[in-house]
């Protein structure tokens, strides 16, 4: 239940605010109007669980904590420990992170929709704050979540052992739809009628979350933006080898699995984020989700998700889903040096969920690629349209295409695709041509918080558009129903089409970068290689660690949402 009340307070300009009281089961908290979003509660830093720490820090998430004083709940900078927090000067990072934040409307209504996103950065960066969404929840009447949790190593490091047993970061994420679930209804939300939404890893966080078993009843729409299940960013095609790979970098010189294991798990916080993941050729994190061993503790991911869907054995959600039509410039920071090095060795950019009989038939799928691309031309400024779509399909498209035709044929007839495709005077050309496109995760910026007073008055009205989709979806399960604005939208078939255009003009089209697509399917139907669960270790396993090679790594801090 909540209380509302009147407070002085000292914030700068401000002399007082409404607050609001709300009793969870962990004790009350006290949150306030936002002094730039009227009509808008926030509740910042809200322990929904509790980190473990030390030998125990890739464990499970424990229970949150219980407070009998009222938690003021201002504290918006928290987030968990990444790299570069060097960029992020007004937060504080700490292992103790485990916190989230809800925005809540002003109103006495009750049995609100919610709204539960998760953040991007490609399971390597970023924070729950980092896009907010104040606006939306003040021009439609829905309650919004967004929360942190373990990331990189600290997350997502996998050895299939009772100590490191594999997605901590991913149980954080299940904890805090357990704890929105249990405490939402206090908020003024309903528990039956919640939409989980993300982009880019946060996207491939909410196709995930689709397939395991301890996340049914949890959530009931999902909106998945530009990060599939079957991408190879998103599950770790071999934890073990990931884990070496990484151990050689952060100066592990042993040669057994049980060292490598002691040595993870006695390590500072500081030597353990020693070496950046960011911008790898191969397009692979190499810490992120994996396929569990079972060693006794609560699973989250049991299975390949191809095996998972083609199996049946998953609930059918409605999906709003899709990418914008240039993801690839997310690493457009990386061209002039990538140029260069795609003329001279492409095999470096061939996607690790590949499998090929010999470096040879590698090398000649490679030239083969870059033939369907860039055709006999180098890869140039003359041609960065094409290494914008190489990189778009190869990461991001590609993989929610194969994950839009496996989910249909498995039964599942409400998959809303998508493609963003928007556009304005604002949006920057791509470097060397006179062309603008949307950027990764384009559409999920366009729902969130943005200024107003510098954006221009057709993308504010493709922002209305965007709000108006999603919560005619997280209300009645279909994004256009009877009485919308947009026109109709069919869900797909298993042939990828029809995909709704959400451009200048919204409009449905049939099958997005047929070509390319069909391209990518002729390939992965006969190199595809399904990610494994981490070897059993035993007392002769070893290995010869595998000597890292630094990358020339471009950080665009804000717009690198992988």
């Not at 042939?495 to 089209?509: S, Y």
Request: one cysteine or more; charged letters at 20%.
């Amino acid at each position: 239940m909540f209380v509302w009340v009147c407070i002085l307070a000292v914030l700068g300009p401000t002399l007082a605010q409404n607050a609001r009281r709300v009793e969870l089961t962990q004790g009350p908290v006290v949150g306030y109007e936002d002094t730039t979003y009227n009509g808008v509660f926030s509740f910042y830093g809200i322990p929904y669980a509790t980190a473990p720490t030390g030998r125990d820090k890739f464990k499970a998430p424990l229970p949150a904590p219980n407070w009998t004083e009222p938690l003021e709940a201002t504290n918006d900078k928290i987030i968990c420990p990444q790299y570069y927090t060097n960029l992020l000067d007004d937060k504080n990072p700490s292992e103790d992170c485990l916190v989230a934040n809800v925005f809540v409307p002003n109103t006495t209504e009750t049995n609100l929709p919610v709204l539960v996103h998760i953040h991007g950065g490609g399971f390597l960066i970023g924070y729950s704050n980092w896009e907010k969404p104040r606006q939306f929840v003040q021009s439609k009447h829905v309650i919004a979540i967004t929360f942190n949790y373990r990331l990189g190593p600290h997350g997502f490091l996998c050895m299939g052992t009772e100590n490191i047993p594999g997605n901590a970061g991913m149980k954080d994420q299940v904890a805090a739809l357990r704890w929105v679930k249990a405490n939402i209804a206090s908020f003024g939300g309903n528990p039956e009628n919640i939409t989980l939404a993300g982009c880019s890893a946060g996207g491939g966080s909410v196709d995930l979350h689709m397939l395991s078993k301890i996340t049914k009843g949890l959530f009931k729409h999902v909106i998945g933006q530009s990060g599939a299940n079957v991408a190879s960013f998103v599950v770790q095609t071999d934890p073990i080898e990931n884990a070496k790979y990484y151990a050689s970098n952060i100066n592990f010189t042993g040669d057994a699995f049980e060292a490598m294991e002691e040595f993870y798990l006695t390590i500072s916080m500081d030597q353990l984020w020693g070496y950046s993941l960011l911008a790898n050729k191969d397009h692979a994190v190499k810490m992120s989700p994996c396929i569990e061993r079972d060693v006794g503790v609560e699973m989250f991911l049991d299975d390949t998700p191809k095996n998972i869907i083609t199996s049946g054995n998953y609930v059918r959600y409605p999906m709003i889903y899709g990418y914008a039509d240039m993801e690839g410039l997310f690493r457009i920071g990386e061209f002039e040096y990538w140029k260069d090095e795609m003329n001279r060795n492409f095999t470096q950019f061939i996607p690790p969920d590949l499998k090929f009989e010999s470096a040879e038939e590698k090398e000649k799928m490679a030239q083969e690629i870059k033939q369907f691309y860039f055709g006999d031309k180098a890869v140039s400024n003359e041609t960065i349209l094409k290494y914008v779509d190489f990189l778009s399909d190869v990461i991001f498209v590609y993989p929610m295409q194969k994950a839009v035709t496996l989910q249909v044929e498995a039964g599942n007839n409400e998959v809303y695709l998508h493609v963003y495709s928007f556009t304005d005077d604002q949006t920057p050309y791509v470097p060397y041509t006179t062309v603008r496109g949307a950027d990764h995760c384009a559409q999920s910026y366009a729902v969130f918080d943005d200024d107003y007073n510098r954006i221009t008055p057709e993308y504010k009205a493709m922002k209305d558009k965007m709000r108006e989709i999603w919560f005619d979806f997280m209300t009645t399960g279909n994004p256009t129903p009877p009485g919308s604005s947009i026109p109709t939208w069919t869900p797909a078939r298993a042939d990828r089409a029809p995909c709704m255009n959400l451009g200048k003009t919204i409009q449905m089209q049939e099958m997005y970068a047929k070509e390319r697509t069909e391209f990518w399917d002729k390939i992965y139907n006969k190199h595809f290689r399904q990610p494994v669960p981490p070897s059993v270790p035993s007392s002769s396993t070893s290995f010869s660690p595998i000597l890292g090679i630094s990358i020339f790594v471009v950080v665009q801090f804000v717009s690198v949402l992988m």
